[in-house]
């Protein structure tokens, strides 16, 4: 058996690194195209019941809840972003013309959030939230949302008010954080195995490929000197 010499090494290892970075490179844009393909938003459709207390009986059970929330999460983000995070509260036509006010909560530890605690909306027939959100890090992480009561009056009697005393329950929902290129922190972990394993057996199966080729191109050279002489 013949060893092969560090030149015939040298070369082969540097074929099979440049092999490495394209599969590596073509993996990788496979991955971020599939993100990108992916919902972008969730969208999630809560109610506040029709039970109230206050002095009036200005609301009285309805058939139908009488305010619906409407709210849009990313499902998405890299951690060169900054996102919104939208919640809305829309009247029925039998409760369009009151005012309306509430407070909402987002929260998690894992994006930097703002504005932050409670955040108070006011409006008539509609009121709504933005919240922007940053990650920290790469991962999946959970945002929650809760909603207060809501409290209403007739515009031309603010001194009295009645409340929905039944919000929505608190919404939680999942982010993923991925990276500046869009490769999540699983993804990055594929590749990062990828380079290093192609490396090596395209280094160690290689060298026979490579020895074979060599043989050939040496006997076809053979062939046409023959042929000349």
Do not use: C
């Not at 013309?97 to 930097?112: H, I, K, M, N, Y």
């Not at 160690?204 to 040496?218: D, E, M, N, R």
Request: hydrophobic content about 40%; charged content about 15%.
């Amino acid at each position: 058996m013949q060893w092969p010499t560090r030149k015939t090494i040298i070369s082969t290892f540097v074929l099979s690194a440049i092999a490495s970075v394209g599969l590596v490179a073509l993996a990788a844009r496979i991955f971020i195209v599939r993100n990108k393909q992916q919902p972008e938003t969730s969208i999630i459709k809560l109610k506040f019941e029709s039970h109230y207390d206050g002095y009036w009986d200005m609301i009285r059970p309805l058939p139908q809840s009488p305010y619906t929330a409407e709210v849009r999460i990313p499902l998405r983000i890299s951690t060169s972003e900054t996102k919104s995070v939208v919640a809305e509260v829309r009247a029925i036509p039998k409760t369009s013309g009151l005012a309306v006010r509430g407070d909402a909560t987002l929260e998690s530890p894992s994006f930097q959030i703002s504005p932050q605690g409670n955040v108070s909306a006011s409006g008539q027939g509609t009121i709504e939230w933005t919240w922007t959100v940053h990650p920290q890090a790469l991962g999946n992480y959970v945002v929650k949302l809760s909603f207060s009561p809501l409290a209403l009056t007739v515009p031309w009697f603010p001194e009295q008010e009645a409340v929905l005393v039944q919000p929505p329950a608190p919404v939680a929902q999942q982010i993923e954080v991925l990276d500046a290129l869009g490769l999540s922190a699983r993804q990055r972990e594929v590749l990062g195995g990828i380079g290093p394993a192609t490396a090596t057996l395209g280094t160690i199966f290689g060298y026979p490929i490579w020895t074979w080729i060599g043989s050939l191109l040496k006997k076809s050279k053979r062939s046409s000197h023959r042929r000349r002489s």
